[in-house]
């Protein structure tokens, strides 16, 4: 599940909240994700209305404390006591709003007092990096709040604070030098690269999640995207390529189904394909063209990744391994020559194509433009269409888009998407 995914989910639980409750959801931030991207974790603030008349608060002095202490009288009261459960503390009230106040102000809230003191059962963020580091081996900052599933700002502070005391050695990515590499400082550097930058330059690096000189990198884990890797072909420079976990990969299309079925990371090589996804539609199918039109891709692109897959057994029209050029060659002569091997004359009527008339598929321009503003990549307009690969792919090819975001793109803003869907019928 990539970042926009996950803005889409927050911003359909917040409609949820807001629809099933009286309160008003003020804003909402993304804290984390699970790293198999079923459950999503967020910070929402929100405006509740007082219902109800409230006498008015008087605020005492207590005996042996020389901080003014909030003495609260309601209303109503409850009829209990409710007495603070923070150490040396012997603070009573017979209101829970009584005993909310007086923690928020004398201890700073309940949930600090506990963090600071420590929790013997759960472990710190620092620990959890070490544990995470000394078994996965050098990882950038983006992988490691995967591993840790927890927000943003919390395991940078912490990552950060390791660094700094030595704890941790970062260095610049040899084959990504947009973000740093994290590693625990009695680890040896998994590949060769640059040397250690010095700690001033070796706070978590936000080219991880954003943007460098200008450039719109688009998804915050494009380190774990594949979007460098979109020609599929072997590399001379960083492979064959060892993963964190020990598998050897031999070539970006490679690695990315690898994190994409290994790692449960989605790739935009592979058009965001869930795992196991591809084999469901590889075995769905009964020839290898229905796993073309199905992906949108080329035939040769499908036989080598099927290949890749070790799929080629389940059709009956591929053999595993088939070699993708040598297909090219024998479709090619076919195609491109006539009986006496000269090119056909091919006619105006024969190569155009008709506008898309989205009501077919009961959707309209606005429909279009909604599902075309903010997506990165064909599986975003896919799924927010409702429509097969096939026909979605037709829609972007009519109207310029399906090149780009079959390779994955920046977020398409508002008027690029209007403008693109006059091209539609």
Sequence with gaps: MNVSAQLRDLADIVERVEDQTDVEVQDARLAGVAVDGASIRADLTVFVPIEGETESVSVSEPEGDGDPEPDVDVAETDGDEHACDVDDCEYATDTELGLSIHQGRVHGGVEDTVDEEGDDES???????????????????????LLLETSSSHY????????????????????????????????????????????EESEPDDADDGHEDGEDNG???????????????????????????????NDSLELAIHRTEEHGVPQA??????????????????????????????????????GVYGLGDVLGDVEDGEDPSEESEESGASEDTDEDGQVPDQTTEAVSTDRVDLSRYSIDREDLVDAL????????????????RKTTSEILDEIGLLEQLSAGRSPIALREAQDAAQGVA
Excluded at 123 to 144: M, N, Q, Y
Aim: net charge negative; hydrophobic share 25%.
């Design 123 to 145: 472990p710190s963020a620092e620990e959890r990096i070490t544990t995470v580091l000394d078994k996965h081996g050098e990882l950038p900052s983006s992988e490691i709040e």
């Design 156 to 199: 940078r502070n912490a990552l950060s604070s390791m660094t700094r005391d030595g704890r941790v050695n970062t260095r610049q990515d040899p084959e990504d030098r947009r973000r740093n590499l994290y590693r625990l400082a009695d680890q040896e550097p998994d590949e060769g690269g640059d040397e250690d930058v010095g700690h």
């Design 219 to 249: 998804d915050p884990d494009e380190e774990e995207d594949g979007r460098d890797d979109e020609d599929d072909e072997p590399s001379a420079e960083g492979f064959p390529r060892e993963c964190h976990c020990g598998a050897t990969l």
């Design 269 to 306: 090589t592979l058009d965001h394909l869930e795992p196991g996804e591809f084999e469901a539609i590889v075995r769905d199918a009964e020839h290898i063209q229905d796993v073309v039109d199905d992906v949108g891709w080329s035939r040769e692109r499908t036989l080598r990744v099927i």
């Design 373 to 388: 503003t903010g997506a990165q990549t064909l599986h975003h307009v896919q799924r927010d269409l409702g429509l097969d």
